[in-house]
């Protein structure tokens, strides 16, 4: 069984610019979850999506924003960078939204924004 | 509401030591908790879960967490570590109250003196 690819690995981009990273959940998972790890804080939640809709989003601009397609991959957008915005971008898939169900982690974007 | 806090950001133990991180979860129902692993470069991979099936959890990589809800606790145990055991490690809870939506501690980094 695949597991959840991002894609790409590294991204470097210029302030005001914009950055677009793509995730591909596991095969029969509909939800995808993003999140931003930056250095000393932890993981910090972007976005849920599940079954093609944004169920909910975490406390960040709206700047930030995605989509997920038909085949339950998804997209992040982040416009007009920032430097504080540099980070590990990380995608999660989960099988169920709810109950005990793990969420299984890609490797990440990491986004360095100068 | 929900939220994880997990005490000590480093915690250094000798190669054959015991290996104890500690996790504290905040949740007015009854929480779904987990710990997952990081090494440098890599998402998360799952340790284990508590599910209220059994209040002591076996994980991979004889790692286990015991569930103690007077302490509103799921600590982190090996008792002999290794150096591969070297690696961030992460608690999370998710909940009805939190909308299903993983909250993760801030990670704590364990390293492994040979």
């Known amino acids: 069984e695949a597991g959840v690819t991002q894609s790409p690995t590294h991204l470097i981009k210029t302030r005001g610019q914009q950055a677009t990273l793509r995730c591909s959940p596991i095969?029969?998972?509909?939800?995808v979850y993003w999140y931003q790890q930056a250095l000393g804080l932890g993981l910090q939640f972007l976005l849920w999506y599940d079954e093609g809709e944004e169920r909910n989003r975490g406390n960040f601009p709206p700047r930030f924003s995605g989509r997920q397609f038909p085949n339950y991959s998804s997209e992040l957008n982040v416009n007009a960078l920032e430097l504080e915005d540099s980070a590990l971008y990380l995608c999660a898939s989960s099988l169920l939204a709810g109950g005990n169900s793990p969420l299984h982690f890609g490797n990440g974007t990491r986004l360095t924004v100068t | 509401a929900q939220s994880v806090t997990q005490l000590g950001s480093h915690v250094s133990v000798s190669e054959g030591a015991l290996v104890l991180l500690r996790c504290n979860y905040s949740?007015?129902?009854?929480?779904?908790l987990f710990w997952y692993v990081q090494y440098p470069n890599q998402g998360l991979q799952l340790l284990l879960k508590y599910t209220s099936a059994a209040t002591l959890v076996k994980g991979i990589n004889g790692f286990e967490a015991e569930f103690k809800k007077s302490e509103t606790s799921f600590h982190l145990t090996k008792p002999s570590a290794h150096m591969s055991d070297a690696a961030e490690y992460f608690c999370?809870?998710?909940?009805?109250?939190?909308?299903?939506?993983?909250?993760f501690g801030r990670g704590t980094s364990l390293i492994v003196h040979p």
């Open positions: 949740s007015s129902v009854p929480p779904y």
């Open positions: 095969s029969g998972h509909t939800s």
């Open positions: 999370a809870v998710k909940t009805s109250g939190g909308s299903y939506i993983p909250t």
